[in-house]
């Protein structure tokens, strides 16, 4: 059997219990995946040779292996420095000076997408400046906006189900913002998708493209948490300088405003539609010096200081992982400082534990590697959720979410309140997404981003 | 991120046995109840269940009884071991026939519904996954109130076969 053995061939293997020829390669077999200092995005993840006699539990850790490889060469390419159109410099290093700009920060804004009275965008076009922030711009500058607040939509200072903020220790908003590829950007542009009107005489299912094993990459969605920063702070974090815009709001009351921080990048989610995950594989990082984790917390072996956790407030005084109080004006410093608690959502997960613990030490050793002062040593994969049971690109009739493995995935900054292991309730991003449709009632193909079409 | 220890549980073997009993047992398709990859691992959490709520002993004897079943010559079939097992000819079932009942329900409902002769036996969900997992909704073609795995306007399209909620057709397995 050659070693590529890909996720559907199990599966077909699995559910048709006849071991075919389908899944023997006559040629040669190919090397184990390994995470690679590389700027090539992965179409697809790519699976070692399982282990003979596995039981379940070693099936899933090799798998889930395999997936948080991809996740990390994904992250490392898309965090590879660019070259003017956007592509990963190949000439350069990730992290070889520190910080460096990077590829999916060339994607195309959601807030550049969809655009008032559902105009035709463009990918490489003019980004849309608020008034209030065009005296402090510069060409190329990022400017995190707030958009509406619509219920499900991760909007800039609120999360999904407008669950609320997240509020740092020094008292700042965290900002966010989404932002697709150009293959995700060139399916909605050609099928007119960015207009309410457009989706309105969208006939048919809305497929993104899905991305190939050593070929092109699907549609991928990349959702980024930001928080201020001093800087002194600046060597621990992936860092911009960013227009924050915060339109006027009635209620509370405060006119609109912009200001120019310092912000570190302290969250990334991505979404890749691949032809092994027609549900998307969904994977998170984070800053390590976010928050503990539960077991941390217990045990009392705390860090002296965390992005979104005071080690030295009781849980009497700092209830972990509480929805700040209203009203919520990202435009002040909040005395409200959230504390926030990784919740253990692994039960009877738990390789996803394992596994990503020993794909974060492999990266950690080839971006040290690079060098010493590389600010992705302070990233952390948190775990890649994936499919188990899904077709070439397409779902499965009956298992339309395709069993997503782990069951439950949060990242403390996208989903810091439902966090935990309730169906339907706890984050999961395949479940979560599954529900999206566009403005009409069409569903989406697990992406909110076409609600926001005017 | 620290990591916790695994849990020790029943041996795969064990496990993949009790999941082709209940699969015959229930009429659903073993690789539908002991999938090739199994995060949900129903199988290992209803096994366990069950033995803390009959015992190891009674256990034991219920698989032995069925892997005797599944060895006979020529070879049952899935209904002629479920109806063995069951006693469906028998009007005064044994304890283990009983227990064979209660393993249906917990699959089909995912609650466990004591066997009579389990004197302070309680009724419950086993878990929130037992619920949105039970084989009920998938006999109906349908999903449990409050968690669904349907796009937004499903309902205005017909089921997908049973085949592919996993029932036993006899299209092959």
Not at chain 1, 202 to 214: M, Q
Not at chain 1, 241 to 269: E, R
Not at chain 1, 324 to 329: A, D, E, K, Q, T
Not at chain 1, 383 to 401: E, F, R, Y
Request: proline share 9%.
């Amino acid at each position: 059997m050659g070693k590529i053995v890909t996720i559907i061939m199990l599966v077909i293997a699995a559910v048709t219990i006849v071991i075919t020829t389908s899944i023997t390669s006559t040629t040669a077999p190919a090397a184990d995946p390994a995470i690679v200092l590389s700027s090539n995005i992965p179409g697809d993840a790519q699976f070692g040779q399982l282990p003979p006699n596995a039981t379940n539990e070693e099936k899933l850790l090799a798998i889930q292996g395999d997936f948080d490889i991809y996740s990390w060469n994904t992250f490392i390419a898309l965090n590879w420095p660019p070259l003017p159109n956007g592509n990963g410099d190949p000439q350069k290093t990730i992290g070889q000076y520190g910080d460096n700009d990077t590829v999916w920060e060339h994607y195309r804004n959601v807030e550049d997408i969809f655009l008032p009275g559902g105009a035709k965008p463009t990918y490489n076009g003019p980004v849309s400046v608020p008034t209030q922030c065009k005296a402090s711009y510069k060409p190329g500058m990022k400017i995190i906006s707030q958009v509406g607040k619509t219920p499900t939509v991760l909007t800039a200072f609120s999360q999904p189900f407008n669950t609320g903020p997240l509020i740092d220790q020094n008292g700042n908003y965290t900002r966010y913002e989404i932002l697709v590829n150009k293959p995700m950007f060139d399916y909605i542009l050609q099928n007119t998708l960015y207009s309410k009107a457009g989706q309105k005489v969208f006939s048919g299912a809305v497929k993104f493209p899905c991305g190939v094993l050593g070929g092109p990459e699907g549609a991928i969605m990349v959702k980024a948490a930001w928080k201020v920063i001093s800087p002194a702070d600046k060597n621990r974090f992936h860092t911009q300088t960013v227009l924050v815009y915060s339109p006027a709001s009635q209620n509370p009351k405060y006119p609109a405003s912009c200001s120019k921080k310092l912000m570190g990048l302290v969250g990334l989610h991505i979404g890749h539609k691949t032809n092994s995950a027609s549900q998307w594989l969904w994977s998170t990082f984070e800053h390590v010096d976010n928050a503990p984790t539960e077991a941390d917390v217990s045990s009392g072996k705390l860090k002296a200081k965390y992005n979104y956790y005071d080690p030295k407030c009781s849980a009497a005084k700092c209830p972990p992982n509480q929805v700040p109080p209203r009203p919520w004006n990202p435009t002040k410093v909040s005395a409200f400082h959230s504390q926030v608690v990784r919740m253990n959502m692994f039960k009877g997960n738990e390789f996803a534990f394992t596994s990503a613990a020993a794909r974060n030490a492999d990266a950690l050793k080839l971006l040290l590697g690079v060098s010493a002062s590389s600010v992705w040593q302070n990233y952390e994969l948190i775990s890649t959720m994936w499919p188990t049971n899904t077709g070439q690109c397409q779902a499965s009739p009956g298992d339309p979410l395709g069993t997503p493995a782990p069951n439950f995935l949060a990242n403390t900054t996208l989903e810091t309140y439902i966090q935990g292991m309730v169906p339907n309730v706890s984050s999961n991003c395949i479940e979560c997404h599954n529900n999206a449709t566009m403005t009409t009632p069409v569903p989406s193909d697990f992406t909110y981003v076409l609600q926001r079409a005017q | 991120m620290t990591t916790p220890p695994n849990s020790g549980g029943p041996s795969e073997a064990v496990v993949q046995d009790f999941a082709n009993m209940s699969a015959a047992l229930t009429g659903f398709q073993p690789s539908f109840i002991r999938p090739f990859l199994d995060p949900v691992n129903l199988s290992g959490t209803f096994y366990e269940f069950a033995v803390a709520q009959v015992g190891q002993t009674m256990m034991d004897a219920l698989m032995s009884a069925f892997d005797a079943l599944s060895n006979q010559q020529p070879p049952l079939s899935p209904q002629q071991i479920a109806n063995t097992l069951l006693e469906v000819a028998s009007s005064t079932p044994s304890q283990q026939a009983q227990l064979c009942q209660s393993i249906v329900a917990m699959w089909y409902l995912g609650s466990w519904y004591p066997p009579p002769f389990q004197k302070d036996g309680l009724q419950q969900v086993i878990s929130s996954q037992a619920y949105t997992k039970s084989l009920a909704w998938n006999v109906a073609q349908a999903h449990p109130m409050g968690f669904s795995a349907f796009t937004f306007g499903y309902w205005s399209q017909p089921p997908g076969s049973l085949d592919t909620f996993g029932v036993n057709t006899g299209g092959g397995q």
